[in-house]
């Protein structure tokens, strides 16, 4: 079973930067596809970025194209989340999850078989 926790969340201001962080443990990390979540209230979950299991393949949402960067260090069990020139609408709770496909780069909820419990983005205007 993989546990994953995410860090690195908080506020910024737009245009600002922040990285966030997700941990593995459990489970074979280089193995997994991971992917970047996030939800606004009121709203659904929804794709932000994925990355294979060799991080030589990466997909992202056209909202965060240009100005995220997802990466992965196999040898730290963790995936990064680089958030460049942030928006208001970047406010949400991110989510990072693992993929046991690890050569396919999914973007629904439904593929991804585990979850971490969160971190919270929030970006003042």
């Known amino acids: 079973q993989v546990q994953l926790v995410e860090s690195g969340g908080g506020l910024a201001q737009t245009g600002g930067s922040l990285r966030l962080s997700c941990a593995a443990s459990g489970g074979t990390f280089r193995n997994y596809a991971m992917g970047w979540f996030r939800q606004a209230p009121g709203k659904e979950r929804e794709f932000v970025a994925a990355?294979?299991?060799?991080?030589?393949?990466?997909k992202y949402a056209d909202s965060v194209k240009g100005r995220f960067t997802v990466s992965r260090d196999n040898a730290k069990n963790t995936v990064y989340l680089v958030m460049n020139n942030l928006k208001p609408e970047d406010t949400a709770v991110y989510y990072c999850?693992?993929?046991?496909?690890?050569?396919?780069?999914?973007?629904?909820?439904?593929?991804?078989?585990?979850w971490g419990q969160g971190t919270q983005v929030t970006v003042s205007s």
């Open positions: 990355i294979d299991w060799s991080g030589g393949n990466t």
């Open positions: 999850a693992a993929d046991r496909y690890g050569g396919i780069l999914h973007h629904r909820t439904v593929e991804y078989e585990h």
